[in-house]
């Protein structure tokens, strides 16, 4: 069964303090590799696609990275501003779903 | 202009009722999804249209019945709600049913039932 796993749950980080984010997958046929954000009370909004093992996007502060069993979002220097949820999900061939992980929540102290 | 727009927001109702959350799109996208959010976030697909085609219908209890009066649009009516449903649910849209494209999202309906 495709599976998608995200770790740690929740992380706190003093500002300025580098990390990576984890999402490990069990999949068949991966199309796609999603990040999201999700502030509260809204909904996820797109950071990033991967579509294939070796790739690597960047966005600010962001950087996501995909090998063939996982991906993980790096966070260089983060500000209060990157704390959220953030989410990755993957798309497999002929599933039509994306599937979701549950997500890392977060903080960024100033 | 909002992409994916959802309403209500927030929708507190008691057992037994019966409750629809609507869905539109103007972003030209031909597949619609339905999605359950948990208290711990995560998120599980229920429902799927590819231009009014129902594509993925999980396994969801039928009291849950979705609607695509055109690719733009996307409602889900909820009959006899029980405690267990309360969640936020998203309404998201993506180009083609092939997935090679990232999800939109609306920004969720939180329903309470009590």
């Known amino acids: 069964e495709d599976q998608v796993t995200q770790s740690p749950e929740a992380l706190r980080l003093q500002e300025g303090e580098s990390s990576s984010l984890n999402c490990s997958y069990t999949v068949s046929g991966l199309r796609g590799l999603f990040w999201y954000r999700q502030d509260p009370g809204k909904g996820p909004e797109f950071l990033f696609t991967l579509y294939s093992a070796g790739e690597e996007k960047e966005k600010e502060r962001l950087k996501a990275t995909l090998t063939k069993k996982e991906s993980f979002l790096h966070i260089t220097a983060p500000k209060p501003e990157d704390s959220a949820t953030y989410l990755c999900a993957v798309y497999t061939s002929g599933t039509y779903k994306y599937i979701f992980g549950t997500g890392t929540r977060l903080k960024v102290l100033a | 202009d909002t992409a994916v727009s959802q309403t209500p927001k927030y929708l507190v109702t008691q057992m037994g009722n019966d409750k629809s959350i609507k869905c539109e799109q103007n972003?030209?996208?031909?597949?619609m999804y339905w999605y359950k959010q948990d208290s711990k976030k995560f998120l599980k697909i229920m429902f799927s249209?590819?231009?009014?085609?129902?594509?993925i219908n999980e396994t969801v209890p039928n009291r849950f019945s979705p609607k695509s009066p055109d690719k733009a649009h996307l409602n889900l009516h909820i009959n006899s709600l029980e405690l267990g449903d309360s969640a936020v649910y998203f309404c998201a849209s993506s180009p083609q049913v092939w997935g090679n494209s990232p999800l939109h999202f609306g920004n969720g309906t939180r329903l309470t039932v009590t």
């Open positions: 249209y590819n231009n009014k085609e129902l594509i």
């Open positions: 972003l030209g996208h031909d597949t």
